[in-house]
């Protein structure tokens, strides 16, 4: 029942920024934490951001300074803004959350289907 869905994906020079946007949808009766990880051509998925329901955040060292992790909780929807982008940034950019979708049931992981940004030289 439920769904991520992610935008905002998109080819950009070096230098340059986007802003991408994952919501949440179905039955969900709390979110815990949403966040983003990208993964490259021949390389694993890793970990670019986090931000928790009470605004905790968490950054791969390869990012800070340039994105920025936030969330519109009542929207169930959590962005990323990219800014300074790298070459080295293109990746399929996958949203991740961790919710609950009924009450008193356990939390668990949900993924997006992955939105490509591609940053040119």
């Known amino acids: 029942q439920v769904q991520l869905v992610e935008s905002g994906g998109g080819l950009v020079q070096a230098g340059g920024s986007l802003r991408l946007s994952c919501a949440a949808t179905?039955?969900?009766?709390?979110?815990?934490?949403m966040g983003w990880y990208h993964q490259a051509p021949g390389k694993q998925r890793e970990l670019v951001a986090t931000?928790?329901?009470?605004?905790?955040?968490n950054y791969a060292d390869s990012v800070k300074g340039r994105f920025t992790v936030s969330r519109d909780n009542a929207q169930n929807t959590v962005y990323l803004q990219m800014n300074s982008l790298k070459p080295e940034d293109t990746a399929v950019y996958y949203c991740?959350?961790?919710?609950?979708?009924?009450?008193?049931?356990?939390?668990?992981?949900?993924w997006g289907q992955g939105t490509q940004v591609t940053v040119s030289s």
């Open positions: 179905g039955s969900i009766f709390s979110i815990r934490a």
């Open positions: 991740n959350a961790d919710l609950q979708d009924r009450k008193y049931m356990p939390p668990l992981v949900y």
């Open positions: 931000i928790s329901s009470d605004g905790n955040t």
